[in-house]
């Protein structure tokens, strides 16, 4: 091959990265601004706005409170996700057609999210609606948009690579959070109610969400595969990927570790509001500008953590986060009410792990896909997230329950850290790699 076919290989291979890392830029706005910060007290507000003289609201007839209505409604999103998975991870591989289910995630996604504008009054099931949607949606989109990852990226490369689309998110996300937050708190200066202020925030997001999607679809390549067996054997092929990585152990012991990992990820991400503003006594605008903070700061250590892993490896760096977040938490526990520092500082260390280690996860994983099935195992990358996501946050209110102090039931979570980095030490990556049929990066 000439050196003018490699050069040109290379920048085509550049491209190609620069376009999707532009995916997660356009998506994160939805998790940050949408889920994250301005959805849940909205939609609860309008439930009960259309609640009964209990505070219960009756969807298909069944009779909800008010306030655990945005709460179900992400559950449902989940169900969803997880039905839709296995259908479109199975269309993407076996077509090589991953752009239209890219666009098509993508679209509806930032479709309903905009709808989110007519979000007002006692709409209560709209909102819903729209939320099952676009959680779903994006669910699903990062499907397909992780499947690239071994097809844009050879192996040495893929830490780095994954590191960088997550910090793209993070920025993506900081960038949208304060321009909603000048609205949000200025919206008698700007001539709109607050109400009206939530409701262009939340539609800004799906705008965005759309726009920069328009990147990715246009620098990324499909790669066509000699099958082109039809969809509709999606949960077929799910059963025939779950027989395949029963043959695979130790690709199976890596995504044990990381469910249970990534579920205290996910559970303090999701509880650390309700610590703060529970526990803590802390105001709402200081829960808002400490998740800003740690959209910043996941920037620097998605980035950081990446580099940390072209020395030591991603398996040791991510053993390393673990450590961090296990310090994190307990740090936490003993954190003083009403002192906004501390609960800073806290959300800094969040910072600094939170990218990193779920963008060397993902990078890691990667090697232990067998070739031509990137879709079908990202599936069940994204199935063992979702679908397992709903275990932390039951130890969290359990504990809870239980001793009626929100500082035991935050140091329960360490309990999934310390299990996950015993069972990701026990995982020989270098012999996985090999397993499935990959070659072994030089640094892992």
Not at 29 to 34: I, K, N, R
Not at 66 to 90: D, E, H, N, Q, R
Not at 419 to 439: E, K, M, S, W
């Amino acid at each position: 091959m000439s050196s003018d076919t490699v050069r040109t290989d290379v920048i085509d291979r550049q491209r190609e990265q620069r376009g999707w890392y532009f995916y997660d830029w356009a998506c994160s706005v939805y998790s940050t601004s949408v889920l994250t910060v301005f959805l849940g007290p909205y939609l609860t507000a309008v439930a009960k706005s259309a609640a009964d003289a209990d505070g219960f609201v009756h969807p298909l007839g069944i009779p909800v409170r008010a306030g655990s209505f945005f709460a179900y409604c992400v559950s449902a999103s989940v169900i969803v996700s997880i039905l839709v998975m296995p259908l479109v991870g199975a269309a993407a591989d076996r077509t090589g057609r991953k752009k239209p289910l890219l666009a098509a995630c993508a679209y509806v996604g930032a479709t309903a999210t905009t709808g989110l504008f007519f979000l007002s009054g006692d709409r209560y099931l709209l909102g819903g609606l729209l939320l099952i949607v676009a959680n779903s949606a994006v669910a699903v989109s990062m499907v397909v948009y992780n499947s690239y990852l071994p097809q844009i990226a050879p192996p040495e490369d893929r830490d780095r690579v994954s590191s960088r689309g997550w910090a793209f998110g993070y920025a993506a996300g900081s960038s949208m959070l304060i321009v909603n937050l000048v609205l949000f708190t200025g919206h008698d200066s700007f001539g709109v109610s607050e109400s009206t202020a939530v409701r262009i925030c939340l539609a800004s997001a799906g705008l965005w969400w759309g726009a920069f999607t328009l990147v990715p679809l246009k620098r990324l390549r499909d790669r066509r595969t000699a099958s082109a067996a039809p969809a509709v054997h999606g949960w077929r092929q799910l059963a025939s990927t779950v027989r395949d990585m029963r043959g695979k152990p130790l690709t199976l012991a890596f995504l044990l570790a990381y469910l249970i990992y990534n579920d205290g990820i996910q559970t303090v991400i999701s509880q650390a509001s309700v610590y703060g503003s529970e526990e803590l006594g802390l105001s709402q605008s200081t829960l808002i500008t400490a998740v800003l903070m740690v959209q910043v700061l996941a920037v620097a250590g998605a980035l950081g953590m990446g580099r940390l892993a072209r020395t030591y490896g991603a398996k040791r760096t991510i053993l390393g986060s673990l450590v961090a977040w296990t310090v994190t938490l307990g740090a936490g526990y003993f954190l003083p009410a009403g002192a906004p520092v501390w609960f800073f500082v806290l959300a800094s260390g969040i910072g600094l792990v939170l990218g990193g280690s779920q963008a060397l996860s993902r990078s890691l994983f990667s090697h232990l896909v067998p070739p031509g099935k990137e879709a079908e195992y990202f599936s069940a990358y994204e199935m063992s997230d979702r679908g397992m996501s709903w275990l932390g946050p039951l130890l969290f209110g359990i504990t809870y329950q239980l001793t009626g102090s929100y500082r035991d039931a935050i140091i329960s979570l360490v309990a999934f850290f310390v299990i996950g980095f015993a069972l990701l030490t026990r995982v020989p990556v270098r012999q996985a790699i090999l397993a499935a049929g990959n070659p072994v990066p030089e640094r892992i």
